[in-house]
């Protein structure tokens, strides 16, 4: 494979005007910088939204309750009802896509003063009811001890988790909360674990007291009612519907009209992941084009230089050809250059490219609120790059490789 | 070893249409010394291209090497002028970036000789030549004599059975220019057939067989004495 003719033909040629080669060189190579560089930093927009949704359940819904805007069976139009613990379980028997379901119930907040004491600290924090299913449709990660679990719900044990937040205003640094006891709107709550949010969805922020929601029912004389829960579908199960089945069930059970969809509050969170997912799609889709275009426009540069160089060797090639070189020979010579010297340049524009997306990744790293996270250069997209450069070099020397065998050997003797 | 039948030629440039060759029968034997002589503009150079393949002619039969030329595929013609045929210019037509050494083995890279071997073939011929030294100066470090004597072993490497050199004293003052011929005789006696264009009548009275072309069409064909150039006897064309 390795022939020291041709190598001696290609750096030949190239060297015959080295500013001129080093600029289309350029041309190639800026090409493929922009293009890695955009498709890096892209890399680390969507990085960045993603770590902003953290773990939340993409494919999940909310529903909650609002007044009835039709009367049915003999009940009134603008009727209030409340979901109750029932309305889960059935839900749960009866819907096999239905994956988790998690009520959301918000405790007293202090309003203006404090909700939360200890010894002589204090301060004002939310308080939810949560279950182990609510951290699995928005996960929050356990810093140290545990979280609600099954039994905390069924015993309406008086646990909490709390947020960094939480821990930073009621304790000294070196403290440990773990086993510690809370006075949460006057009733002492013994902390179980340390949690931190994963995203800020669903004002799950750090400044969180949780408890079971069921001992949260209990203590705020709730019953076993609420008026907001999370629910998510199977992998593969489509969340729309999904809601059609739990706005039916819901309906039957609460004497709702079976058309009446205002009277049962719903989003569908699924819907907005895929816009804002489609919308990092179509960006990723626009770097692609713009990183092509400047590539391409690079190899258009080539395709000219290569036309350039094939005239000012047309007697050259004249000779080769009257002492034997034969047409193919000529024309593989010629998408030889082409390509070397588009593979070349592309393959410094893909290191500097990287060097780039690196040093912003650096760059990044440290700020407190990054738009950029983690922005890396895929090696599938670096072999695919370095793929359409060898394909573009091969497509920018076939023409004017097509013209140097167009002309007869004794014009391109006769050329000067 | 060459016939001609009839061979037309002519150029078209925009609207002209130039009748170059109108009709040239000739026939060169294998081992002969030839040269076809006349002024700028009666087809000699034409006539050379059509026989080096490095042209089509339009009309008439050519037969080389008992093998009839006709409509043939550039790649055909580029392995039979690579066998068949060897080269010298008027102007070397060296390769700048390629060093002598390079230049004379350059023909058997395209038969896919190894590297190695074309080069000690490539050497052997220079040293012929006598320009084992000068192997692998670059073709501007060598005088015109010595850049003609490169060409000539780069057309002699393959073996041809033919050397066709246009004008091949053209760029070459008198001394040297006996040289060149004195080289080509040498190759001619080795069995090689030889066709020089030229329009110097000293240098065609150098080879056994002088063409003379006029306006497209062979005016006369003049047989040397072989052993005395100047006593010549002019064979006038059969009507």
Redesign the interface.
């Known amino acids: 494979m390795f022939d020291?003719?041709k190598w001696?033909e290609i750096t030949?040629a190239l060297k015959?005007n080295k500013l001129r080669t080093i600029l289309t060189g350029l041309g190639v190579m800026f090409g493929i910088l922009i293009l890695v560089t955009l498709l890096g930093i892209g890399r680390g927009f969507q990085n960045n939204i993603q770590s902003s949704l953290g773990n939340f359940a993409t494919n999940s819904t909310v529903f909650w309750v609002e007044r009835t805007t039709k009367a049915y069976k003999g009940l009134p139009r603008n009727r209030f009802y409340q979901f109750t613990n029932d309305d889960l379980l059935a839900l749960k028997k009866n819907i096999p896509e239905l994956e988790h379901i998690a009520p959301d119930i918000n405790g007293w907040s202090g309003g203006a003063t404090h909700n939360t004491f200890r010894k002589e600290k204090k301060g004002n924090f939310r308080i939810k009811g949560t279950s182990p299913e609510m951290n699995m449709v928005n996960p929050v990660e356990v810093v140290s001890g545990r979280f609600i679990n099954e039994n905390d719900l069924k015993e309406f044990r008086k646990v909490i988790t709390i947020g960094p937040r939480v821990k930073e205003l009621m304790f000294e640094e070196d403290e440990d909360p773990i086993g510690q006891y809370l006075k949460v709107n006057g009733i002492f709550f013994k902390i179980i674990g340390e949690i931190k949010p994963l995203s800020n969805n669903m004002g799950n922020r750090d400044d969180i007291i949780q408890l079971p929601y069921t001992t949260l029912q209990q203590l705020y004389n709730y019953g076993d009612k609420f008026y907001v829960f999370l629910a998510t579908a199977k992998v593969g199960e489509s969340v729309a519907e999904l809601e059609d089945k739990i706005f039916e069930i819901l309906a039957r059970r609460h004497s709702i009209h079976p058309e009446d969809r205002q009277a049962i509050g719903n989003f569908n969170i699924a819907k907005i992941f895929n816009k804002i997912f489609g919308l990092f799609n179509s960006i990723g889709f626009l770097f692609w084009v713009i990183g092509f275009g400047v590539l391409i426009t690079g190899v258009i540069g080539v395709s000219n230089i290569m036309h350039v160089v094939v005239k000012e060797r047309t007697?050259?090639l004249g000779?080769?050809?009257?002492?034997?070189?034969?047409?193919?020979?000529v024309v593989g010579q010629i998408i030889n250059e082409s390509v070397f010297l588009t593979t070349f340049a592309g393959f410094w524009g893909l290191v500097l490219g990287v060097v780039i997306v690196e040093l912003i990744g650096k760059a990044t790293e440290g700020s407190p609120n990054p738009q950029i996270l983690n922005p890396y250069v895929d090696i599938n997209v670096a072999f695919i790059a370095l793929g359409v450069l060898v394909f573009f070099g091969v497509l920018a020397g076939l023409l004017p490789a097509q013209r140097a065998?167009r002309i007869?050997?004794?014009d391109a003797?006769r050329y000067e | 070893m060459i016939r001609l039948q009839n061979i037309h030629k002519s150029y078209i440039t925009g609207t002209n249409k130039l009748h170059v060759l109108k009709g040239i029968d000739l026939h060169i034997k294998e081992g002969e010394l030839v040269s076809i002589m006349g002024s700028s503009g009666s087809g000699k150079s034409t006539l050379l291209n059509i026989l080096g393949l490095l042209d089509n002619h339009d009309e008439g039969v050519y037969v080389l090497n008992n093998e009839e030329i006709k409509s043939m595929s550039e790649t055909k013609a580029a392995k039979l002028r690579n066998n068949l045929l060897g080269f010298v210019f008027q102007s070397f037509n060296l390769i700048s970036f390629k060093n002598a050494m390079e230049n004379v083995a350059l023909p058997l890279y395209y038969q896919k000789v190894s590297r190695k071997k074309r080069n000690s073939l490539a050497i052997e011929y220079l040293d012929k030549m006598g320009l084992k030294e000068w192997a692998h100066h670059m073709p501007n470090e060598l005088s015109g004599g010595q850049k003609q004597r490169v060409a000539i072993a780069r057309a002699m490497i393959t073996q041809p059975k033919i050397i066709l050199a246009d004008e091949p004293t053209g760029a070459l003052d008198s001394a040297t220019s006996i040289e060149v011929m004195d080289l080509l005789r040498e190759i001619n006696q080795s069995g090689i057939t030889v066709i020089i264009v030229t329009h110097e009548n000293d240098i065609a009275h150098m080879t056994d067989r002088i063409i003379n072309l006029k306006d497209g069409v062979i005016e006369s064909i003049v047989e040397n004495n072989k052993i005395n150039h100047t006593e010549s006897v002019k064979i006038p064309l059969q009507e």
Do not use: M, N, S, T
């Open positions: 020291l003719d001696q030949a015959k007697k050259e000779i080769k050809r009257a002492i034997g070189a034969k047409p193919a020979l065998i007869k050997p004794v003797l």
